[in-house]
């Protein structure tokens, strides 16, 4: 696996993590709202009790996934890994790491390109020796 399919996996599982745990929320809300018969109750929980299953398996994947992303990443410093960090670990869109850094958009990119080829060049050069 090469060091940009490693990040990409690290964002997607956190876009996986957080689709389940607003899966597990709703289940939540809807038992405490309920006022439906004990069969509807019984299978919400069972329902509740297999997407909360599937949460902890997605965590556990995203903390493996994340741990490799950090691993390319500490060949980063800097703002070049501040913008991956924050796209890749922690999934944010690139409109909210920008204004979060203060900077325009098209600064990020340029960061962005800049990180992914000191990551290429890196990389390349450690499966060349």
């Known amino acids: 696996m090469d060091f940009l ?9 956190e876009h996986e993590v957080a689709a389940e745990l607003e899966q597990v929320e709703r289940l939540h809300r809807i038992m405490r709202n309920t006022g439906h ?5 019984q299978t919400l929980s069972e329902n509740l009790a297999k997407f909360e299953r599937e949460l902890n398996d ?16 500490s060949a980063l410093h800097g703002d070049e890994r501040a913008v991956l960090y924050q796209y890749y670990i922690l999934a944010k869109e690139w409109r909210k790491i920008a204004d979060e850094m ?6 990020i990119f ?3 390109k800049k990180a992914l080829a000191r990551l290429d060049r890196h990389y390349n050069i450690a499966k060349a020796v």
């Open 58 to 73: 997605g965590v556990d994947r995203a903390v493996d996934a994340k741990r490799e992303a950090l691993i390319v990443l």
């Open 102 to 107: 203060f900077i325009s958009e098209r600064q």
């Open 37 to 41: 018969s004990l069969a509807y109750a």
């Open 5 to 13: 399919e490693i990040l990409s996996s690290a964002r997607e599982a």
């Open 110 to 112: 340029n960061i962005r």
